[in-house]
């Protein structure tokens, strides 16, 4: 039997919902710069694919503290992580980061809700200093609201899109898979300013 | 001051020659699927940028071995690896991994250089069951050529294409750049087969 | 000699506000279903290539009238136009759109323009049953503001991005070139409804 | 009731086996140039959706010669011309361009066939001074062949790849659509030579 990798997380967890896919998770991981021991916050929780991605990652001196407002996402979020044996790295927690973070001091923020122009104040307040605040969004009209938001607090405020495009691999005939997957979405990026401190 | 990113760390490194970019380095990281603790097999070196991003994300416990043919590659490398502190989690080694890779039960080997069909029973070899083999190459004609010589020594076989679009930020007029990277390389991976054995 | 082609006429006209490029003059012309001896009416003038290129594609039975506010730019175009011997098909007209398309029974209206939203009436009462309108416009912003206008008056109203990837050719070596253009604009296309007559 | 668009013909020609699509038949037609009274060798026929697309824009001065060494396929596609009333406009001849196209003196010539580079000399022969060759093909290896039959007898010689993305049109919410067509294949584009005559 094979061990599993990041791509069997993927499968596992797949749902109609699941709009990250492992190139934004990849990305995020990177863009987060999380290393060994890191302490992330991040909401919604979703599926948790990236939640339990980054337990994966970091190890097991890492702390993920999740949010979302959903009692049932939550549940069923655990319970996957608990069959990966990855539960013990993850704070499952109730809660509406709009309104605030608990947790102060924190490496890296991730958000992937419906307003997070609501919660970038939150995301400020939370993060240590020069600490990375990364969006996930399908629409630019959020792109450019989150933005308009994280211009004052934030520098090095950058958006991208990544594509992934698939090949077909056959004999004399490698070429670009006919149909895919042409949008997810939009990934923004920015690190806490130390100006306003 | 900020403290170094990965950003930072793909910034201090780029060169003229330097073909594999941040959306690339992250998602082979999560192609390998390396935690903490890993072992990685890399080759070549070239500048350095992924050997040391993979130092960075997989943490003190890790070890990366990384070959090359070229002498004065390794000593640039190593150099900009002593300057991030991360030198002592990284192995460099003189050397052809189309003739041999010394270590074995390796997680992981990764291959960036122009003939990687040469050096893939290499990989097999030096691979852990189950292990992951992934490739990058900027042309189609390398893909079919590593493809056909995966193909029965590894499953799960694969190849993508991963592109990054970055958006111009501004009020009411948020878009895509006009101009930017339209091609890097495709990334192949597959899992060392147990039939075999 | 060679005799001129449309990229020839491309090159001539190109100018640093250029942002029709051949791909998306090319997919205009056809959405918008000209075939020799049609009447069509266009604003803005701009660099006058898409004026020009409907003029040469539509043949000498054609009729391209072309409205801008400005008179220094239609002068520019009008010049183009008379060096390519394609003048007589043309009516430039100096005048605002959004106020009042003079002509009737028009079988395509185009418009390339910062707020075509305030002329779609214009295109509407200008138009045959059935005519098509197309339009160009860099930002999504612009694209839902001008779906917006169009979705009571137009049926098969529908978005489109064109990208063009440019590939270098050399023996063993063909791959995409690394850097290109990501973005011009989007096409957004609708047939004058006959509902409301 | 509607008249009919190129997007209808489109629609009503569509098969399984279609690979050209409207944003490549545009293009092709603005490449060669092809305004009206202009005469056209094409090969294969194929659906004949670039027959009929090219007889519809070139109008009823044109000629458009189709070949193709398929009797059913031709059938076919005569029958669709037929139908659209532009059957007068079109020959359709049986037989192989590999071995000989019979016209001469030739505007434009167009391969959507699978070793276009086996005819690369029968349109050279055919072509008129500076006459275009446009060639469709949907691998990289084929590029590549193509290009190399090309290289010696023709002049501004450059492929590039059309990638169309469609979006999704609502209120506060347009974005790309999730899944599309990802690829149709290569156009490559080139001029015949006058250095050897």
């Keep these: 039997m094979l061990k599993p990798t990041p ?5 596992g967890l797949k749902r109609p919902t699941q709009v990250l896919y492992p190139k934004d998770v990849a990305y995020i991981l990177y863009m987060i710069g999380a290393k060994p ?3 992330v916050v991040e909401a919604g929780t979703g599926s948790g694919f990236l939640t ?11 702390k993920i503290i999740t949010y979302d407002v959903r009692d ?3 549940r069923s979020a655990k319970k996957n992580a608990d ?20 947790e102060t001091d924190i490496d890296a923020v991730f958000f992937d809700m419906p307003d997070p122009w609501n919660a970038v104040k939150s995301a400020y307040d939370s993060l240590s200093p020069s600490g990375s605040l990364v969006v996930f969004v399908p629409t630019i009209i959020q792109v450019e609201k989150t933005f308009m938001s994280m211009r004052d607090l934030f520098v090095d405020v950058h958006a991208e899109e990544l594509m992934s495009r698939e090949y077909q691999l056959k004999e004399n005939a490698v070429r670009p898979k006919s149909i895919g997957v042409w949008h997810t ?3 923004i990026y920015g690190r806490k300013s130390l100006k306003g401190d």
Excluded at 7 to 11: E, G, L, N, T
Excluded at 57 to 62: D, T
Excluded at 84 to 102: H, N, P, T, Y
């Design 7 to 11: 791509f069997d997380i993927y499968r």
């Design 37 to 39: 021991g890191s302490t």
């Design 52 to 62: 339990i991605s980054m337990a994966y990652f970091l190890g097991e001196s890492s």
């Design 72 to 74: 049932d996402t939550q």
């Design 83 to 102: 069959f990966l044996g990855l539960a013990d790295r993850i704070i499952f927690k109730l809660g509406d980061v709009r309104e605030k973070i608990e």
């Design 185 to 187: 979405g939009y990934i």
